[in-house]
């Protein structure tokens, strides 16, 4: 077992309001999203408002360039809105050339010739942002497009001074600065990082992006999808070997999926996206945990570890195993949710943990075989994403996240556009004929699940993370943290946690070595975070954030060692 860092705990006071509440990743977009509560705008205005700021102040994770799901109660009517990235027409099972190499990149999926699934003009998928952002408008909106979109129009045109987690990403994925010259140009004027000093400090410019948000806030999604814009845009991806086109971009559409998937935990209605994304693992994982007394073991206590390690391990088997776009793959969808396949799995739960969880048969709680069986997609080992949460004073909400993948995506913005685009295609197995390989216009399986939790009086919880695969147990762990554990938004945070969307389970270091050496003994193989990977933001877990309701109003918290912030009115 390793030595344990020394960790000092730092935490951030914990936002407290009545008339509304906004949590995102950088001040400047919360000061959007309370801009228009202020305005007379409803959760949905603001959270739009948050997402189009976002893409600007925090461009290495965020942006029009990419997609992502919204999950909304508003009034009496709830659901999903999705738009997640969807691969190109032309895209083709074996369009890249395998290396041979069997597990690279942050995803764990076979090596790829020039890592060409992972960044550069063949990477980018066609994006949904701007279309589910305007969808999500268009249904539940009161303010006018244009102005919901102003702020970020603002930030982009008159600049912003870049915080410093923003100044941390550039530095640390300098290297894509340098690889993509119009990247590189536009984020780093002059040849400079945009620091300036301590007295003045530099703005951030960015007229192109300013250009075409504005165009949105006007014409709305035929200004990204269509025209002028959509033709610069494919044109130079062309140019540049990619395969997105003007097609790719005038068939995309979102998602509207009303009520999206929901379960039961501890009494409340929890919601989160259905389909081919990280929800139904985040559900799968909360059901199990549902026949558990955890609140008797005690919060972190080693039964509680070693029962939340197994039913998130359970469900990640499945989610290798079966999960994919239900257009091209034959998936178990209410067999993986069924009560009786979640208590025989959840009889798998024992003492001592096996040597691997494997998949279940959820094909015989639908009554049914498999119309046709891929191999899984199962990666060998596991940073560009945003959460934000929203509510307002009627007790409407939205959490929604977003992302571009990996830091600044594909790394590539077309020329004079000021978008950065998606490296969608990384989330797909470049193996052909698995459960998750590459199709065309296949929406890819993804990791986001931004959550709701609701009880008889509407919307207690509005949760979701940033951080690949390990949102999942971020958003699990958030839910159990606040509803077995009854801690308060930012107490729930700043907890100890653990991961497992990867071989070895994640702690933190701040855990008893005894425990940790108790559950090694259980048979879970333990991996220790340091205490950098705590420090920085960018690494070890997800980062997460969250807003409650309660009869004394609304509380947030948000991850203490990342810019982000949270604010009410």
Not at 190 to 209: C, F, H, R, S
Not at 315 to 330: I, K
Request: aromatic residues 8%; proline residues 7%.
């Amino acid at each position: 077992m390793q030595n344990q860092p020394t960790i000092t705990n730092l935490v951030k006071e914990e936002a407290r309001a009545s008339g509304g509440m906004v949590a995102a990743k950088d001040p400047e977009a919360t000061k959007a999203g309370l801009e228009m509560l202020r305005s007379g705008g409803n959760a949905v205005d603001a959270a739009v408002a948050v997402c189009f700021a976002v893409g600007v102040v925090e461009p290495a994770s965020s942006g029009i360039g990419g997609g992502g799901y919204l999950v909304y109660q508003m009034g009496q009517q709830g659901g999903v809105i999705g738009f997640p990235m969807r691969g190109p027409l032309a895209a083709k099972p074996d369009m890249f050339q395998l290396t041979g190499e069997g597990a690279v990149g942050s995803f764990g999926w076979p090596g790829v010739v020039d890592n060409e699934n992972i960044e550069g003009y063949r990477s980018i998928a066609a994006p949904g942002a701007v279309a589910g952002l305007c969808e999500a408008h268009r249904r539940f909106g009161r303010l006018p497009l244009k102005d919901v979109v102003a702020p970020a129009v603002r930030l982009a045109r008159e600049g912003h001074a870049p915080g410093w987690h923003s100044l941390y990403a550039m530095g640390t994925l300098a290297g894509m600065l340098f690889r993509y010259d119009e990247l590189r140009r536009v984020l780093m004027p002059g040849g400079n990082m945009p620091t300036g000093d301590l007295v003045i400090p530099a703005k951030l410019k960015q007229p192109e992006l300013a250009n075409i948000l504005e165009a949105i806030g006007k014409d709305g999604p035929d200004a990204f999808y269509r025209g002028d814009f959509a033709h610069a845009m494919t044109s130079d991806i062309q140019a540049n070997g990619g395969i997105l086109s003007m097609e790719d971009l005038a068939q995309y559409r979102p998602f509207v999926w009303d009520k999206g998937l929901e379960i039961s935990y501890r009494g409340h209605t929890v919601r989160v996206p259905p389909f081919a994304s990280a929800g139904i693992t985040t559900a799968m994982t909360l059901k199990l945990l549902d026949g558990f007394d955890l609140a008797s073991m005690g919060h972190n206590s080693e039964e509680m570890l070693h029962t939340y390690i197994s039913c998130a391990r359970l469900a990640y088997a499945d989610r290798f195993e079966y999960v994919a776009d239900p257009e091209f793959a034959d998936v178990p969808w209410s067999g993986m949710v069924s009560d009786a396949y979640t208590a025989r799995r959840r009889g798998e739960v024992t003492p001592q943990a096996p040597g691997a969880f494997q998949a279940g048969d959820p094909w015989r709680d639908e009554g049914r075989s498999p119309e046709r069986v891929l191999a899984s997609s199962r990666p060998s080992f596991d940073n560009g994403t945003t959460h934000l949460c929203v509510v307002d004073g009627e007790g409407n909400a939205v959490s929604l996240t977003n992302t571009i993948m990996s830091g600044f995506g594909s790394g590539v913005m077309p020329r004079g556009t000021g978008v950065i685009m998606n490296n969608g295609m990384m989330w797909y197995d470049p193996e052909p004929g698995r459960v998750n390989s590459i199709a065309p216009g296949k929406f890819p399986l993804n990791n986001m699940t931004p959550a709701l939790v609701m009880d008889s009086d509407g919307v207690m919880l509005a949760v979701g993370a940033s951080g690949g695969r390990r949102i999942t147990n971020c958003v699990t762990q958030q839910i159990v943290k606040s509803l077995d554990f009854g801690m308060g938004p930012q107490e729930g945070i700043d907890s100890p946690r653990v991961d497992c969307s990867m071989p070895f389970t994640s702690v933190d270091p701040r855990l008893d070595p005894d425990l940790i050496s108790a559950l090694e003994r259980r048979g879970h193989t333990i991996n220790i975070l340091d205490g950098g990977h705590l420090r920085s933001g960018f690494a070890g877990f997800a980062s997460p954030m969250v807003i409650r309701r309660d009869a004394a109003g609304l509380t947030a918290g948000v991850d203490t060692f990342h810019s982000a912030y949270a604010e009410g009115i």
